[in-house]
Every structure is written in structure tokens, then in C-alpha cells.
């Protein structure tokens, strides 16, 4: 395949609470040992990423730079190697590299070892939604929830997108789900798709009640995206010996941690980060997970995708998703003017 010289991208001049993204042309990479070039698809918008933008996630880059952190495409071109030469040519789903640039661009380098081929029965948008919330789910839900003999298991930011995948993938496993919202409209749209526990953390009686519910449930963990103020109510209602595990810092404060809770309630906190999970996993093991994933995303692992909107206005897709994380995904076509 002929490659271009270069591609538009949209690029991040800023880290910055007001997200801003330019769309320019960039060059096009060349794949290197072990890397394969891609020609993007379909590029998913997580809260992760915009942490990332706002220079809040875990590393920044040096900029200007391309964000995105997962996506669909088809590969290319291959800097050489086995797992290179047999990609070529396939859809696959891939993680941007940490130190390279993100999918949201007509091209991206990928390591080989972490694009997953794509089934014929997986679109391009199921395809860039693979990575980041149906292993979470995945992970959290068998690795911590079901491994530590839990029963139960608490949630917050329940009406997003993980959170529905967490609920449904909870009662299929068998697993009683407690799940905690923002607000009443979002308590109905999670009863809608079958979530028997649902509680508002806007009433009044909030607390009390999900302190009465994780002891009736037994629930001994919960999987908290927000953090800050809401971990500490986790930590301060569920049941003695209990495990609150942050994922995600939406709310963007620190946790304000009694010690006595610790030491005397027996009550643990810790963090949960996919990419630190993944590279526990062999690689046979991944390959096999990454298939039986791809089964079940036209079920309990499903996106639900709010708009598909051409690269050229990656800019308000993501302050789309901004305002409403809980409406469906923004997802970017980079092939699209």
C-alpha cells in the first residue's frame, strides 16, 4: 500500500480544563520492530481521556500531541515480525502507545502485541469500545469482585456506560448488583434496563439507605469511578472488612480517609488501573479473554452509541460527552471529512 506523507489529526495544543482540539495535518508515521501502522476507523471517547486532556490522568505527554487511548483500524503496514506480518491487512482494536500518539488521527502506530483482531461479527463502533470498558468490567468483576468470594458488589456512576456493563455482566455472574447514581431520572433509566438496586445519591436519605442495603446484601465491595467525598461514604456505610476500589476520579478531589475506619472497621482502600492489569495477563490467556469479550459485546458487554461524528469536529464530540457521560458514547469516524 502506497502510505501518505501526512494525515489530518486533532491534536491537543494545551492541557486545560476548557478542552480544545485543532485539526491540522501531521506526518504519517512509519511503523518500526514490533509496531504496525494503522489506518483508523472508529476512536472512542472515555472519562479517561478526558482526564487526560485536562492533564489529570495518571502521565501527560509531551505537547503538542494526538489524544485518544482506543480505537478501531485496519493494519496497513508492519515494521516486521510474526505477529506484524499475520495483522496485516485485519481490523483490529488496539491501545495507543504511552509514549506515542492517540487514535484520534487517520493513522496510528500501535504495538503489535496489543491490537486485537476484530470478529467479521464486531462493527467498527463495538470494535473501538472493546478495550477500556468491557475488560474493565471484566477484570474488576471476576479478578476482584467473584476471586475475593464476594456476593455483592456496589457501584458508582452506574448510569455511564461501564456502569451499565458492570450491571448487566453482575447478574449474569450471579452477583447482587447495589448501584448508585446522581440523579432520579438517572435511578428510572437504569430500572428500564433491569437494575434491581438503585439508589440517588442526591436524597436526602442517601446514606442511610445504602448503609441498611450493603449490610441486607452483604455487599463487601464496592467499585467507586468517582473517589473523593463518595469513596469515604463507602468506606464509612458498608459492611466491616469491606473493600472499596477506585477506578476512576471523577469527581476530582482526594479522599478524605478516616484512619479509624482502617485500622479498627477493617476496611480497605485501593486502586484499580486496566492497563497495569493487562500487562499481568499472558498472552494466550488475553487472546482467549479478547475473543470470548468480542461474543458478548452484542449483550452485556454492549456500548450504546449516542453519535458517530467526522474527525473535523472531534472538538465537540468531546465536550458533547462532557456535558452528558451517561447519554451514550461520542465516537469519532477518522475516515470521515
Known sequence: MNLPDTMRAAVLGEYKDEIELEVTEIPVPRPGPGQVLLRMLRTNINPSDLSFMHGQYGFRKPLPTVPGFEGSGLVVASGGGLLGRYLRGKRVSTAARPQGSGTFAEYMLADAGSCIPLLNSVSDEQGAALIVNPLTAWAMLNDIV?????????QTAAAGALGRMIQRLGTRLGLRVVNIVRRPEQV???KQIGAGIVLDSSDAQFESTLRHVAREADATVALDAVSGEMSATLLSNMPANSRVVVYGGLSGEAVPVQTGMLIFGGQQLEGFWLSRWIAGQRGWSMIRLARRI?????????????????????????????????AGKMLIDCTAA
Do not use: H, I
Not at 467473584?146 to 456496589?154: D, E, I, M, P
Not at 458517530?308 to 452528558?324: G, T
Open 188 to 190: 428510572a433509566a437504569l
Open 294 to 326: 468480542q461474543k458478548m459485546l452484542a449483550g452485556d458487554l454492549r456500548t450504546e452509541v449516542r453519535e458517530v461524528v467526522p474527525l473535523s469536529e472531534a472538538s465537540r464530540a468531546v465536550r458533547s460527552y462532557q456535558q452528558d457521560m451517561s
Open 146 to 154: 467473584l476471586k475475593g468470594g464476594a456476593k455483592a458488589v456496589v
